[in-house]
């Protein structure tokens, strides 16, 4: 069946780096773009950007430039989401989530990421 | 601050009708279809309705969308407590060129 896969939860320390994957099966890869998709504690859900699985030219949101990265290996078939210099505000739950018929229609179970010293 | 408008909270009776509201510009639901998502506690996003009313399989008819101008609607007939979460608009906006979410509303069943 389709679906998307993530990483488990991560704990760092600021100013690490962390890398966020998010493996799909079940469909072809390329047709798809992949988003990405941040939920902080308590908050709303905001859109970070998306990778085009076919060319694998990522696009940033606003507020998602510098620090963030997108990058694809699909060899085995995996988005992931690099994020540098962590700060505390970072921490949050990341989903990836695939964009067809112009709505997220499927949805990464989600990948924790706590920042604490 | 999101571009897209939802109430905080709603709330209605177990078997009553609820209705959900989006409001946004020409940039964004005006000239966009709209989808929203359900967020059970501590679960990730599920599609509920996309292009404005249409429904995934497996998405029961109790649930419904529609949009006019700049405002959209989502409608839950036949409330459940099961039906209690977190609901998002989502839209794109051309002038950012981005994804937009609304700020959500929680669905509360007393």
């Known amino acids: 069946q389709v679906q998307l896969v993530q990483s488990g939860s991560e704990l760092k320390k600021p100013g690490a780096s962390v890398k966020v994957s998010c493996k799909a099966s079940g469909y072809i890869f390329s047709a798809y773009g992949l988003n990405w998709v941040r939920q902080a504690p308590g908050q709303g859900l905001e859109w970070m950007g998306w990778?085009?699985?076919?060319?694998?030219?990522?696009t940033y949101a606003q507020g998602f430039t510098g620090r963030f990265v997108f990058s694809l290996d699909t060899s085995v078939t995996t988005a992931y989401l690099q994020i540098s210099s962590l700060k505390a505000e970072d921490t949050a739950v990341y989903y990836c989530?695939?964009?067809?018929?112009?709505?997220?229609?499927?949805w990464g179970q989600g990948t924790m990421v706590t920042v604490s010293s | 601050q999101s571009v897209l408008t939802q109430p905080p909270s709603v709330s209605a009776a177990p078997g009553q009708k609820v209705t959900i509201s989006c409001s946004g510009s020409?940039?964004?639901?005006?000239?966009?279809?709209v989808s929203w998502y359900q967020q059970l506690p501590g679960t990730a996003p599920k599609l509920l309705i996309y292009?404005?009313?249409k429904r995934p399989s497996g998405i029961p008819d109790r649930f419904s969308g529609s949009k006019s101008g700049t405002s959209a609607t989502l409608g839950i007939t036949g409330l459940q407590t099961g039906d209690e979460a977190n609901y998002y608009c989502g839209t794109w906006d051309i002038r950012l060129s981005a994804g937009e979410f609304g700020g959500g509303t929680k669905l509360t069943v007393l």
């Open positions: 990778i085009n699985t076919n060319t694998g030219n990522p």
């Open positions: 989530a695939r964009r067809r018929v112009a709505a997220f229609d499927m």
């Open positions: 292009e404005d009313n």
């Open positions: 020409t940039s964004n639901i005006g000239n966009n279809y």
